[in-house]
């Protein structure tokens, strides 16, 4: 089993920042993918980004240039510095992980074995 605590979220003005953390607890990650996805009301959950162990990345291209995912290893933290935030960022924002695969990155809610319980953010206008 993992356990994912996210925070970090919180109110923010339309072009501020904010940045996101994610706790993983319970085993060794070194064979996984930490993801960020974001799901907004009455919308479906989206990809956000992922960050595999040797850090490569990957970003969904609504929020390319504009969010950075980290992740420190030996502290199993994750993290995502969002910054020239819009009022369409507005949601709650989930971390999760993901086993490694061959190729390519996990992009869709499917591929996640493990998620924490979210952090919201909202950006007012």
């Known amino acids: 089993q993992v356990q994912l605590v996210e925070s970090g979220g919180g109110l923010v003005q339309a072009g501020g920042s904010l940045r996101l953390s994610c706790a993983a607890s319970g085993r060794d990650l070194s064979a996984y993918f930490m993801g960020w996805f974001r799901q907004a009301p009455g919308k479906e959950r989206e990809f956000v980004a992922v960050i595999t162990w040797s850090k490569a990345t990957y970003y969904a291209d609504s929020i390319k240039g504009r969010f950075t995912i980290s992740r420190d290893n030996a502290k199993t933290t994750a993290w995502l510095q969002m910054n020239s935030l819009k009022a369409e960022d507005t949601a709650l924002y989930y971390c999760?992980?993901?086993?490694?695969?061959?190729?390519?990155?996990?992009?869709?809610?499917?591929?996640?074995?493990?998620w924490g319980q979210g952090t919201q953010v909202t950006v007012s206008s």
């Open positions: 999760a992980v993901a086993p490694a695969r061959r190729t390519g990155f996990p992009t869709t809610g499917a591929d996640y074995d493990y």
